[in-house]
Protein backbone atom coordinates (compact mmCIF):
# COMPACT_ATOMS: atom_id res chain seq x y z
CA UNK A 1 0.00 0.00 0.00
CA UNK A 2 2.58 1.84 1.02
CA UNK A 3 4.88 1.82 -2.29
CA UNK A 4 1.52 2.37 -4.20
CA UNK A 5 0.85 6.18 -2.44
CA UNK A 6 4.83 6.57 -2.64
CA UNK A 7 4.43 5.86 -6.72
CA UNK A 8 0.97 7.77 -7.12
CA UNK A 9 1.89 10.36 -5.50
CA UNK A 10 5.11 11.25 -7.62
CA UNK A 11 2.77 11.32 -10.25
CA UNK A 12 -0.10 13.08 -9.13
CA UNK A 13 0.73 16.50 -9.57
CA UNK A 14 2.73 16.36 -13.11
CA UNK A 15 -0.80 14.52 -14.13
CA UNK A 16 -2.90 17.49 -13.20
CA UNK A 17 -1.23 20.13 -14.97
CA UNK A 18 -1.12 17.92 -17.90
CA UNK A 19 -4.77 17.73 -17.78
CA UNK A 20 -5.33 21.20 -16.83
CA UNK A 21 -3.09 22.23 -20.40
CA UNK A 22 -4.99 19.39 -22.58
CA UNK A 23 -8.23 20.68 -21.16
CA UNK A 24 -7.50 24.40 -21.87
CA UNK A 25 -6.23 23.51 -25.56
CA UNK A 26 -9.34 22.19 -25.91
CA UNK A 27 -11.54 24.03 -25.21
CA UNK A 28 -8.87 27.15 -27.03
CA UNK A 29 -8.44 28.91 -23.65
CA UNK A 30 -5.38 31.25 -24.06
CA UNK A 31 -3.59 29.72 -20.89
CA UNK A 32 -1.14 32.58 -20.11
CA UNK A 33 -3.73 35.67 -20.70
CA UNK A 34 -6.34 34.21 -18.27
CA UNK A 35 -3.38 32.93 -15.55
CA UNK A 36 -2.27 36.77 -15.80
CA UNK A 37 -5.68 38.48 -15.42
CA UNK A 38 -6.05 36.14 -12.84
CA UNK A 39 -2.72 36.80 -11.04
CA UNK A 40 -3.90 40.89 -11.16
CA UNK A 41 -7.25 39.87 -9.84
CA UNK A 42 -5.63 38.14 -6.88
CA UNK A 43 -3.18 40.93 -5.90
CA UNK A 44 -6.42 43.42 -5.58
CA UNK A 45 -7.81 40.06 -3.33
CA UNK A 46 -5.05 40.61 -1.35
CA UNK A 47 -4.68 44.11 -0.91
CA UNK A 48 -8.45 43.93 0.10
CA UNK A 49 -7.94 41.19 2.73
CA UNK A 50 -5.12 42.57 4.45
CA UNK A 51 -6.65 44.54 7.26
CA UNK A 52 -8.50 41.40 8.26
CA UNK A 53 -5.44 38.96 7.98
CA UNK A 54 -3.84 40.99 10.48
CA UNK A 55 -6.81 41.72 12.73
CA UNK A 56 -6.72 37.81 12.89
CA UNK A 57 -3.18 36.81 12.64
CA UNK A 58 -2.92 39.68 16.53
CA UNK A 59 -6.29 37.41 18.05
CA UNK A 60 -4.32 34.16 17.38
CA UNK A 61 -0.90 35.42 19.11
CA UNK A 62 -2.76 36.69 21.60
CA UNK A 63 -4.60 33.04 22.27
CA UNK A 64 -1.20 31.68 22.60
CA UNK A 65 0.74 34.04 24.58
CA UNK A 66 -1.94 34.40 27.22
CA UNK A 67 -1.88 30.43 27.57
CA UNK A 68 -5.10 29.37 26.47
CA UNK A 69 -3.95 26.84 24.50
CA UNK A 70 -2.15 25.25 27.02
CA UNK A 71 -4.62 24.98 29.48
CA UNK A 72 -6.92 23.68 26.85
CA UNK A 73 -4.49 21.21 25.55
CA UNK A 74 -4.05 19.92 29.13
CA UNK A 75 -7.74 19.15 29.14
CA UNK A 76 -8.23 17.53 26.01
CA UNK A 77 -4.83 15.07 26.22
CA UNK A 78 -5.82 12.26 28.38
CA UNK A 79 -10.08 12.10 26.75
CA UNK A 80 -8.22 12.11 23.02
CA UNK A 81 -5.82 9.29 24.08
CA UNK A 82 -8.63 7.09 24.60
CA UNK A 83 -10.15 7.50 20.91
CA UNK A 84 -6.37 6.77 19.65
CA UNK A 85 -5.45 10.72 18.88
CA UNK A 86 -1.67 11.18 20.03
CA UNK A 87 -1.92 14.11 22.08
CA UNK A 88 1.51 16.03 19.97
CA UNK A 89 -1.33 16.50 17.57
CA UNK A 90 -3.59 18.38 19.43
CA UNK A 91 -2.20 21.58 19.30
CA UNK A 92 -2.31 21.11 15.61
CA UNK A 93 -5.93 20.02 15.65
CA UNK A 94 -6.52 23.78 17.92
CA UNK A 95 -4.81 25.97 16.00
CA UNK A 96 -5.64 24.42 12.26
CA UNK A 97 -8.90 26.51 12.40
CA UNK A 98 -7.71 29.76 13.70
CA UNK A 99 -4.25 29.74 11.15
CA UNK A 100 -2.69 27.93 8.13
CA UNK A 101 0.44 29.61 9.20
CA UNK A 102 0.37 28.87 12.77
CA UNK A 103 -0.90 25.40 12.47
CA UNK A 104 2.21 24.46 9.47
CA UNK A 105 4.32 25.69 12.13
CA UNK A 106 3.06 22.88 14.17
CA UNK A 107 3.35 20.74 11.43
CA UNK A 108 7.19 21.69 11.00
CA UNK A 109 8.01 20.92 14.70
CA UNK A 110 6.09 17.37 14.63
CA UNK A 111 8.01 16.53 11.76
CA UNK A 112 11.57 17.86 12.78
CA UNK A 113 10.84 16.19 16.04
CA UNK A 114 9.47 13.18 14.91
CA UNK A 115 10.33 12.64 11.22
CA UNK A 116 8.60 12.63 8.24
CA UNK A 117 8.03 8.95 7.86
CA UNK A 118 6.52 8.69 11.51
CA UNK A 119 3.07 8.32 12.33
CA UNK A 120 3.08 11.32 13.89
CA UNK A 121 4.45 12.89 11.05
CA UNK A 122 1.97 11.20 8.84
CA UNK A 123 -0.98 11.83 10.87
CA UNK A 124 -0.04 15.66 11.28
CA UNK A 125 0.60 16.25 7.76
CA UNK A 126 -2.61 14.47 6.50
CA UNK A 127 -4.71 16.89 9.48
CA UNK A 128 -2.82 19.64 7.58
CA UNK A 129 -4.43 18.86 4.07
CA UNK A 130 -8.03 17.19 5.37
CA UNK A 131 -9.20 20.34 7.33
CA UNK A 132 -9.42 24.45 6.44
CA UNK A 133 -8.63 27.12 8.75
CA UNK A 134 -12.65 27.63 9.62
CA UNK A 135 -11.54 30.66 11.23
CA UNK A 136 -9.44 32.75 8.96
CA UNK A 137 -11.58 32.39 5.90
CA UNK A 138 -14.94 33.46 8.05
CA UNK A 139 -12.67 36.63 9.12
CA UNK A 140 -11.05 37.43 6.10
CA UNK A 141 -12.91 36.27 3.03
CA UNK A 142 -16.86 37.23 4.80
CA UNK A 143 -15.23 40.10 5.83
CA UNK A 144 -13.47 41.80 2.95
CA UNK A 145 -16.82 41.09 1.01
CA UNK A 146 -19.02 42.58 3.66
CA UNK A 147 -20.81 39.31 5.02
CA UNK A 148 -21.85 40.61 8.55
CA UNK A 149 -24.49 37.27 9.31
CA UNK A 150 -22.45 34.30 8.81
CA UNK A 151 -25.34 32.16 10.29
CA UNK A 152 -23.95 28.95 10.10
CA UNK A 153 -20.84 29.06 8.07
CA UNK A 154 -18.42 28.53 11.00
CA UNK A 155 -20.52 25.73 12.99
CA UNK A 156 -20.75 23.95 9.52
CA UNK A 157 -16.46 24.70 9.14
CA UNK A 158 -15.85 23.72 12.55
CA UNK A 159 -18.02 20.29 12.05
CA UNK A 160 -16.21 19.77 8.62
CA UNK A 161 -12.98 20.73 10.73
CA UNK A 162 -13.95 17.62 13.11
CA UNK A 163 -15.07 15.31 10.82
CA UNK A 164 -11.58 15.68 8.44
CA UNK A 165 -9.41 14.89 11.92
CA UNK A 166 -11.27 11.93 12.99
CA UNK A 167 -11.11 10.98 9.17
CA UNK A 168 -7.26 11.60 9.29
CA UNK A 169 -6.42 9.74 12.72
CA UNK A 170 -8.75 6.82 11.47
CA UNK A 171 -7.03 6.52 7.88
CA UNK A 172 -3.33 7.03 9.03
CA UNK A 173 -4.31 4.37 11.84
CA UNK A 174 -5.46 2.10 9.06
CA UNK A 175 -2.60 2.48 6.33
CA UNK A 176 0.00 3.96 8.66
CA UNK A 177 -0.59 1.91 12.24
Known amino acids: MINF ?3 FSQWAIPLIIFSILISA ?3 KVKVYEVFTDGAVEGIAVGVKILPYLLAMLMAISIFRASGALDIILNLLSKPLSTFGIPKEVI ?9 GTGSLGVVTDLINQ ?3 D ?3 GRLASTMQGSTETTFYVAAVYFGAIGI ?3 RHAILAGLVADLAGFLAAVF ?3 LVFG
Open 5 to 7: INH
Open 25 to 27: FIK
Open 91 to 99: PLALIRPLS
Open 114 to 116: YGP
Open 118 to 120: SFI
Open 148 to 150: KNS
Open 171 to 173: ICR
